[in-house]
């Protein structure tokens, strides 16, 4: 019924919005996904900050049944509404970092694409990719992005250039950015497309960092 009732007044139906929230929280399947489905609809470029942030809160609490779904209709909505590259790249920095292990790779593909052609973010993202690794590791793909981020941008990280207003002040030795590629190629659970990413970026870096080329080669 709210579906077509959204077709004549969606208006009317936005006022029912925390109710459909609720709903994406429940416990019978079937009305998660119904849920969804009218979030998608009622999303707009005016509501999908509040309206995002809720279904990313919900990410932590999510039955891993359902956590592919959410993280594929978030992607969805950011992708689709974005208002700003900065606000698009933080919220998926998130869905990342709390649900990496349930995207799919066309998502993370996306993401360093978007992140290569903002270059004034470049170093407001690979210190935000450098703090995420820390306090997420075990999620695969915030580590793939953040190898791959920190070997194309390793010297703003090692520097601190392109800071942003908004941003904490963070030390980032050479050390400790050879540190995440020897990590990811050391730990057993890391898979063949993480450790190769790893090893392609300290390859990278041994160029900018002449210090670590011992590294690289050992």
Known sequence: MLMRALT????????????????????????????????????????????????????????QDFTGDLTAKIYSIVEKFAPEKIWYIDQMLKVLS??????????WHVLIVVISNAPDLHGYTVRALYRALHTSSEQETIERVAIWCIGEYADLLVNDNGMLELEEPITVT??????????????????????????????????????????ANS
């Open 8 to 63: 004549v007044d969606s208006i009317a139906v936005q006022r029912h919005r925390a109710t459909i929230l609720e709903c994406v929280k429940d416990s019978v399947a079937s009305i998660q996904r119904r849920a969804l489905e009218l979030i998608n609809l009622l999303m707009n470029v005016n509501n999908v900050k509040p309206l995002a942030k809720e279904l990313i809160e919900y990410l932590e609490l999510s039955e």
């Open 98 to 107: 709390e649900a990496g292990n349930y995207v799919k790779d066309d998502v």
């Open 174 to 215: 050479e050390s400790d950015a050879v540190d995440v590629f020897e990590t990811a190629v050391k730990h057993h659970s890391s898979d063949v497309t993480t450790k190769a990413m790893a090893l392609i970026a300290l390859l990278k870096i041994s160029s900018r960092f002449p210090s670590c080329s011992e590294n």
